[in-house]
């Protein structure tokens, strides 16, 4: 068994022989064929490369087709469907509203989390990195846009961490690094600057959602005045 090397310079070394098998030993999820493990394995798009020439992507592409639309559609309706933001009403007398009013900070913050990591599952794994980070960013972006559009989260610290995942794939994509010493250390530094940004960002959506409970944006009172008819309302 001959084992694939990688040396500081990101070339493959490769001692070949009449019964050469080359593995790809390391972590089970972080193989050349799966479209997330480059740019983390800059080598992964010469195996890409090789695999379009020969097998090509048509068992991936309908599937990646279909998605593209769907995520399309999502972002068209969320923007679309805005104005209709939908509110929570409770009784005076409830006993749980700090049980409720928890459960929808809870369930704000998931659907962010979510956003970002649901895309991973249903991405046919196989496809070229290119398109699949491509439709990862798509999905990450309209999943993003339902929280936001519909309960009136801030855009910027929910899209905080689509665009640090954009520039982190930029920093780990770029080829003129020297070697791969100082490309580590720019994708360490990178990080190491962009978890403020996260934290901040973190901070500003739990702020937001408990001013929106305190102001009774999305959960005013039975029988209180200036419920706007553009709202549809929960019991």
């Not at 290119?130 to 999905?139: K, Q, R």
Request: net charge positive; aromatic share 16%.
């Amino acid at each position: 068994m001959i084992y694939l090397l990688s040396d500081l310079k990101l070339r493959w070394n490769i001692p070949c022989g009449p019964n050469s098998v080359i593995t790809f030993p390391g972590a089970v999820w972080l193989k050349p064929w799966y479209w997330w493990s480059w740019p983390v394995l800059p080598l992964g798009i010469s195996w890409h490369e090789q695999r379009r020439t020969t097998v090509g992507y048509s068992a991936e592409m309908p599937l990646a087709i279909i998605q593209t639309m769907f995520y399309l559609g999502i972002i068209v309706v969320t923007r679309l469907a805005r104005p209709n933001i939908t509110k929570l009403c409770y009784r005076r007398s409830d006993r749980n509203l700090t049980t409720i009013q928890a459960g929808f900070k809870f369930i704000a913050l998931l659907s962010v989390v979510a956003a970002y990591v649901f895309p991973f599952f249903t991405i046919p794994h196989t496809i070229h990195p290119l398109i699949g980070w491509s439709l990862y960013l798509m999905a990450s972006f309209a999943l993003s846009s339902i929280p936001i559009n519909t309960l009136l989260l801030p855009t910027l610290p929910v899209l905080t961490p689509w665009i640090g995942i954009l520039g982190t794939l930029l920093v780990m994509a770029f080829p003129w690094y020297p070697d791969g010493v100082v490309r580590a250390l720019s994708v360490f530094g990178y990080a190491f600057c962009c978890a403020p940004f996260v934290w901040v960002a973190f901070l500003k959506i739990t702020l937001h959602l408990q001013v929106l409970i305190e102001k009774e944006v999305l959960f005013p009172r039975l029988g209180d005045s200036g419920i706007t008819s553009g709202f549809s309302k929960l019991y």
